[in-house]
């Protein structure tokens, strides 16, 4: 038998296994407390520990975490691969983003990046397609995808928002998008919805020659989603869309496995991501939520724009390299640019971002003061005019679409 006690998780020249899985946090620790005291609490809550020294046989030690590589404010804890069951995300999260987050030894905690043993790693099925959505489901090869959020959010009938996403599509756009509050509303019912969508969806591939398709919302319970992603696939859809956030990694894992027996790919939405990632020094970084996500099998996630736009980022390019990085072989993931942005801002995002991304537009389209197709043809305008090396301002004296665009929001 061998005592535990918060020391025993502390080995600050730890060298970690190919094996563990390890996590870079920053702290803050609370009052009375040394970094070297804080980093033993974590590792041990986080492990196998408790605020009890304990008695155990040698065996359970082994499972314990280490944390090493003590800084100011920082600090890494490598967690034994067998602490963890296979392919259970939210059995990993509830170690090393668990009850940490709460306890009173740190004042705030933020798990900022993890790197992922290839055992546990590919105990997850990763992405059926990833960035070749763009060839395998559309035609955006060479180009980035475009996707569209019908607004107002919610208040459409089904007819206006089947009119809406074909006006979208024949404007060019390759992707009607769901906004992630639009689920099975009264003014607005799921299954008419996803019905006459798919006819509009139908004429305007006839009428384009390209292939489009529509970013279904099948946000519910778990067990309404799969009836949801049925109907998406009997209607001959490519995508089912899931909030991932508000509905759990769980979730997530369990609609995977039914959206590869369609073939269907999956868009992560993420709304409520911010309470988790917004605070720099608290809370889970939005590179580790996307780092879930990938493992869970999303086809795209929301990553931000960079900074531009409406909402608050945290290093979009970043976390974009990383989903397009090795990672034992499986599937990238495609990543999304949304949030305020207009066809004036697509050279700074392409700029800022490549080209492999899809460029979800909404406000910025629909806003169009000549309604959704112009919006939809000046989106195109920017990106034809970004891929020709020309400035935006320079190809809309040729473009009233995209003139009319810039008039109203400017560049940038
Ligand atoms: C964008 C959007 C998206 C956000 C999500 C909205 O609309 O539909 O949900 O971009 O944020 O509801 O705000 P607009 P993120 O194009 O009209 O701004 O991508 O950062 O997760
Ligand atoms: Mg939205």
Same mark, same amino acid.
């Given at each position: 038998m061998t005592g535990i006690e918060y020391a025993d998780f502390v080995d600050d020249g730890y060298e970690p296994r190919d094996t563990d899985l390890v996590c870079q946090f920053v702290l803050d620790p609370g009052e009375g407390m040394s970094m070297v005291d804080a980093a033993g609490r974590v590792a041990s809550e986080s492990s196998n520990g408790t605020w009890a020294a304990l008695n155990v046989p %040698?065996? &359970?030690?082994? !499972?314990s975490a280490t944390a090493f590589d003590i800084g100011d404010g920082e600090v890494t804890v490598a967690y034994p691969g067998d602490l963890f069951e296979a392919g259970n995300m939210p059995q990993i999260l509830s170690c090393i983003a668990g009850n940490i987050m709460g306890m /009173? #030894? &740190?004042d705030s905690i933020r798990l900022v990046d993890c790197e992922w043993p290839e055992e546990l790693a590919t105990s997850f099925p990763g992405p059926q397609y990833g960035s070749d959505v763009k060839t395998e489901i559309l035609d955006a090869e060479g180009r980035p995808a475009t996707a569209t959020v019908p607004k107002p /959010? &919610?208040? !459409?009938s089904t007819e206006q928002h089947a009119q809406v996403g074909y006006d979208a599509w024949v404007g060019g756009v390759d992707l009607l998008k769901d906004d992630?509050? !639009?689920?099975?509303?009264s003014f607005n019912r799921f299954e008419d919805r996803v019905k006459q969508s798919f006819e509009m969806r139908d004429r305007a591939e006839d009428e384009t020659g390209d292939r489009k398709d529509y970013l279904v919302?099948?946000? #519910?319970d778990t067990e309404t989603m799969l009836d949801r992603l049925e109907l998406v696939a009997e209607q001959g859809g490519g995508f089912v869309m899931v909030d991932v956030i508000t509905c759990g990694w769980s979730a997530v894992q369990t609609v995977r496995e039914h959206a590869a027996d369609h073939g269907l790919a999956i868009h992560a939405h993420r709304a409520m991501h911010a309470a988790f990632d917004? !605070? %720099? +020094? +608290?809370?889970?970084?939005m590179r580790v939520l996307a780092q879930v996500a990938r493992l869970t099998g999303v086809d795209h996630i929301h990553t931000g724009t960079a900074g531009l736009g409406k909402l608050e980022n945290e290093d979009t390019p970043g976390i974009n390299e990383w989903l397009s990085g090795d990672l034992y072989g499986l599937s990238d993931v495609l990543p999304v640019a949304s949030g305020g942005l207009h066809p004036g801002t697509v050279a700074p995002l392409l700029d800022a971002l490549g080209q492999d991304i899809i460029v979800q537009v909404g406000g910025g389209i629909h806003g169009h003061p000549d309604g959704t197709e112009a919006g939809a043809r000046a989106l195109q305008q920017a990106i034809d005019a970004y891929q020709d090396g020309v400035d935006a301002a320079t190809y809309a004296e040729d473009h009233p679409e995209l003139a009319t665009a810039l008039e109203k929001w400017g560049t940038g």
């Open positions: %040698d065996r &359970v030690t082994e !499972l /009173k #030894a &740190v /959010k &919610v208040g !459409l992630e509050n !639009l689920t099975n509303q919302n099948i946000t #519910a917004r !605070l %720099d +020094h +608290h809370g889970v970084s």
